[in-house]
Structures are given as C-alpha cells and as structure tokens.
C-alpha cells in the first residue's frame, strides 16, 4: 500500500487527472504535441524526440545520446446529448409521459501533460522511461438530470509508467519491449432524477409506492475503487532504404480491479454504509501499423493503421466478498453493459522543413467508432471522429526543440443512444436521442538534447 501511495503521488503531480476521451471507447491519443501535428499518423515510425518509445520503444534506437521530452495537452471538449425521456406506467395513464432530457457539456476541460526520458547506452542499446496516460474519461450530468437514473457520473483515469528497452539488429533492423505499469482509478454512479418527486406527488398514489419513491438527487448506486496492474508492449522497426521505414508496435492489455466500496441507496437500503467490493476494468490490447516516407530533402509523409481490442470492454460488473452485502444478500451486480467492439483508426500525415529553424506538420484522421448504434450509453457517447491537425516545431538552439499543434476532431454526425430501464417493477424509462460535439486540442512540448 505504500508503494502504491508514493507512485501515485508522483505521477498525479505530473499528470494530473485525464479528461474527455478523443479516441474511441475511452482511449486518449495525447502523448505528445510533435505526433498531435499530424494526427499520430506514423507515430510507431517515427522519432521525432524522446516521446517515440509511448508508441513503439523500437524507435529509441533512433535518438542519439541523452534526451528528454515534456510537454501538456490542453482538451476542451463541447459534447451534447439531445433528447427526449418517456416515462409509462399504469399509474400515470395509458399515454407515456414524455419530457426533454437535453443534456449539454457532460465533458469538462482537461490539461494532459507526460514526460519522456532516453539514453543511448552504446551503438546497439538505447532505453528509456515515458510516464503518460493511454485512458481517460469524465462524462457527468446534475444529479436531479431526467436522465442521471442511467448514470450521472463516469470516470477513468489512468496514469502509466513505461521503462523501456531498444536493441539495434544492424543498420536495417530494431527491435524494442518495455513494461506497462498503470494505475487506474474509477468512479461510476447514478441518481434519482427530479421527476422521481413529480411522480410521489401524484394524488392517488399508494402510500407504499410513495415511501419506496426516494427524493430526486439520492445516490441509487455509486461505486469506486482503484488498482495498479502491469502489461507490457514490443515493437519493431524496418529501415527499408534510407528514405522509407515501416513500423510496428503492440501494447498488452491490462487486467484491473478497481478496489473499492460501494454506497447508494440500491445497494445500501438508506442505511448510510459502505459496502467493500471491487470491479474488474481490462484496458484493451492496441496495435500500430505504421510508415514513413522521405519524398524530398524537405519534405515527408506519414501513415498509421491501428487497432484496439476493444471487444473486451463488454459489461461492468461489481463484485461484492466481504461480509457486508448489498440489498438482497448478492456476491455480485450487473452495473452496465456496455458491447463494445473491436475498432480501427486511420491516419495520413506529413511533414515539411521550410528551414533550418522551422518545420510544419499537418495531418487527417478517421477514429471509428467502438460501439454499434443499438449499444450506445449517455455515459460513454462514443461515436465516429474526424480529426483535422496542423503543428510547427522551431529549433531553439542546437539541442532545443519547441513543438506546438492545434487539433479540431469532429463527430462523425450525430450519434443515436436508447437506453431503457424498469423502475420498481412499476414504471418503463426510456431515453432516445442523439450525441453530438466536438473537441479542440493545443498542444506544447520542449525536447532537450543533452
């Protein structure tokens, strides 16, 4: 526990808390503003600074001497859900009673900023150390929302440590692994929306439906905990000539159990205790096709295929081993499924050198989406993004590099979410409507060469 304690400390003062995720599912892609400038693409072919090796460790054989790498990227996340919530009941007519449940910013702004270490041991061994974060999310609506009864609130943050190793074969040839050592913590509850206080105020109601009914804003279900685990990732390069380089990179899953307790008025009965209990989160496997291209003297393309396994990510369930159980005596509660899938991104880049102090980088991308329409949650909105990125990087000196990028990602049009429930054996709740939105990022970083 208190080795647990010293690296979090240690790596939340560096990175502080991820936000809104830009990639599919939950993933983040902000590892470095050099790749931000051109969408990532060719990032497991590329060795721009010291931030090569969170993509591909291979690429280390690539930097000489000692270097470093830090830098932040500022998220700003405009996403909104509009809709409408049917409630049906027996007790309320033959005719749903339906209402808005526009939901507008369920993302707050975030800074994600990483660091990055390598050194050249001799001709053939470079390794390095990368501290960053591959996961994120934080979606929440007020608790009295129409629709907080599907979840108020959601968040991951993951922060990852990465040592990492590189061996050149020969002048063609690199190979590289390193260790994935993340630490997760995870947060997800659900409240009584405020028209929960219009239906107890229904003339007529039986007094037993009426004390069942709790006050709109009450915990129904919140669960959090936190776990550290390990993985691990290889990654290899091919110098086909000296103008044109393939590489490939492949990141272990990683298995958590977010270690915690559980509260709320469905699990606790109104009684005010904390439940002990913990639920597995696997952070998905990735991998990374990638190219680069020398054209001319200045300049050169990029590209990158990737994939994550996000079919792992198919249901959150608590579990419950201590002595204290939830309402009803269960081991166990089907939280949310989720029914993700496996999805793929694409991203085309380039590069020129305008002179010896500046160069410019732009870039497009198409990041699928990871779960089918019928699936889709208010929780975790996801859906298709284009992504449009420029960059610059100015040579500050001999062994100073500055790097900025802007990136604007879009949704790929709206995104249908329908999700239902059964209130008290007495009531159907039924959202459809619609995801939106868009994010901008700006990035910066200073590379050093010592």
Do not use: C
Request: glycine content about 10%; charged content about 15%; aromatic content about 10%.
């Amino acid at each position: 526990m208190n080795k647990r304690i010293v690296f979090l400390a240690v790596t939340t003062a560096l990175l502080g808390q991820s936000s809104y995720v830009n990639a599919a599912g939950f993933q983040l892609a902000e590892y470095s503003a050099s790749g931000q400038g051109r969408s990532f693409a060719g990032e497991a072919a590329m060795a721009d600074n010291a931030s090569t090796q969170a993509r591909n460790p291979a690429m280390l054989t690539y930097l000489e001497g000692t270097q470093f790498s830090a830098g932040a990227i500022y998220v700003a996340p405009n996403v909104d859900v509009h809709g409408d919530l049917a409630l049906a009941s027996p007790i309320l007519g033959p005719e749903p009673m339906v209402m808005n449940a526009d939901a507008l910013n369920v993302a707050d702004s975030a800074i994600v900023p990483n660091f990055y270490f390598s050194q050249q041991l001799n001709e053939q061994w470079t390794w390095g150390l990368g501290v960053n974060s591959n996961y994120g999310l934080a979606t929440e609506v007020p608790d009295t929302h129409p629709t907080a009864i599907f979840g108020n609130e959601t968040g991951i943050t993951t922060v990852e440590f990465n040592p990492n190793i590189a061996y050149k074969v020969n002048d063609a040839f690199s190979v590289g692994a390193g260790l994935r050592i993340v630490y997760g913590d995870g947060k997800i509850g659900a409240t009584a929306p405020g028209w929960i206080d219009g239906i107890a105020a229904l003339p007529g109601l039986p007094p037993e439906i009426v004390a069942a009914l709790p006050p709109s804003g009450t915990s129904l279900k919140s669960m959090e905990g936190d776990d550290l685990a390990i993985g691990w990732k290889v990654g290899a390069a091919w110098q086909i000539n000296a103008d044109h380089r393939l590489g490939f990179a492949y990141h272990s899953g990683v298995k958590l159990e977010l270690d915690g307790h559980a509260s709320g008025l469905l699990y606790d009965g109104g009684q005010d205790v904390s439940i002990e209990g913990y639920m597995p989160l696997e952070l998905p496997a990735f991998a990374e096709l990638a190219s680069h291209h020398q054209l001319t003297d200045n300049w050169a393309v990029h590209g990158s295929i990737n994939w994550t396994q996000w079919s792992v990510f198919d249901e959150l369930v608590a579990y419950f081993p201590g002595d204290q159980k939830p309402v009803g005596d269960i081991d166990k509660d089907l939280v949310k499924e989720e029914n993700f899938k496996d999805n793929w991104r694409f991203a085309v880049g380039t590069t020129y050198q305008i002179n010896q102090d500046w160069l410019v980088r732009g870039g497009v991308a198409l990041d699928k989406t990871a779960v089918e329409d019928e699936y889709r949650t208010i929780t975790i909105p996801d859906s298709d993004r284009l992504w449009f990125s420029l960059g610059t990087a100015y040579q500050a000196s001999d062994k100073m590099t500055l790097d900025f990028a802007v990136t604007y990602i879009k949704a790929h049009g709206d995104a249908p979410i329908n999700e239902s429930m059964t209130l008290l054996d007495l009531a159907s709740v039924q959202f459809d409507g619609q995801a939106s939105g868009d994010v901008w990022l700006v990035g910066a970083q200073l590379s050093y060469k010592l």
